[in-house]
Nanobody, 122 residues
């Protein structure tokens, strides 16, 4: 019922910024909490950030807290991830997800995007 398409990934130097977008198609985008995850080669998928249906509650992984900001625009059916002060260890495929509620575990999410590559050079 929901399709998610990420965009905005690319190559950026350490210390730089990047904004990812996740556009959702479906009837009830505002009914879903949204999350961002990332996965680097050879590593497990890692929670990055999540936001509640209304946008009133957010969660962040400790590794990105203070640097990344998740937001959503329900009128545009889009969730964003603003990434500042990027580090080489942020390099990964970033994946957005829609689910029951905002949480730091993938099991609560029902739909997943294809991912967008973010590469941070040192």
């Amino acid at each position: 019922q929901v399709q998610l398409v990420e965009s905005g990934g690319g190559l950026v130097q350490a210390g730089g910024s990047l904004r990812l977008s996740c556009a959702a198609s479906g009837r009830t985008f505002s009914s879903y909490a949204m999350g961002w995850f990332r996965q680097a080669p050879g590593k497990a998928r890692q929670f990055v950030a999540a936001i509640s249906r209304s946008g009133g509650t957010t969660y962040y992984a400790d590794s990105v807290k203070g640097r990344f900001t998740i937001s959503r625009d329900n009128a545009r059916n889009t969730v964003y991830l603003q990434m500042n002060s990027l580090k080489p260890e942020d390099t990964a495929v970033y994946i957005c997800a829609a689910g029951r509620y905002a949480a730091a575990v993938g099991t609560v999410y029902d739909y997943w995007g294809q991912g967008t590559q973010v590469t941070v050079s040192s």
